[in-house]
């Protein structure tokens, strides 16, 4: 069902999928009590999640291991105005689970910068919206 205002809602398995294909997103957390928005590399795990792969001793560590944050991926084409955007909600935590550490390794995000300290935050899917923009104005 398209809406007049030119976006239509996508259901949680169309959102699932478009985000599986997102190069890049971003998570939406609070740092020092205010917003912050940050641009990382990720993979969607086997059960829904959103993982990310950061050094452990990164801000962002500190910042979301144990509470609820967003995560929001996107693709737009300017020249036709259309795309989708997606938004992940829900609580992060540090992967402290060494057999899980160990899968995630080998089938998880790579992180874009090298690094000896590098951990998994996984970002529990709770709560997932998305929308597409289909061209109309």
Excluded at 4 to 17: I, K, T, V, Y
Excluded at 107 to 122: A, E, N
Aim: net charge neutral; glycine share 8%.
């Amino acid at each position: 069902m398209i809406h007049s205002n030119g976006f239509r809602p996508l259901e949680r398995q169309e959102c699932l999928r478009l985000l599986a294909k997102a190069p890049v997103g971003r998570v939406v957390y609070t740092r020092q009590a205010l917003p912050a928005v940050l641009p990382v590399n990720f993979a969607l795990d086997t059960d829904s999640a959103v993982v990310l792969c950061t050094s452990a001793a990164s801000d962002l560590v500190r910042a979301v291991d144990g509470v609820v944050v967003a995560f929001e991926a996107d693709d737009f084409d300017a020249g036709s105005r259309s795309g989708w955007s997606v938004v992940v909600t829900g609580r992060a935590a540090v992967v402290t689970d060494a057999a899980e550490h160990g899968r995630l390794l080998r089938t998880g995000p790579r992180s874009w910068l090298p690094m000896r300290d590098g951990v998994f935050i996984r970002i529990d899917a709770e709560m997932v919206t998305g929308r597409e923009l289909t061209g109309a104005v």
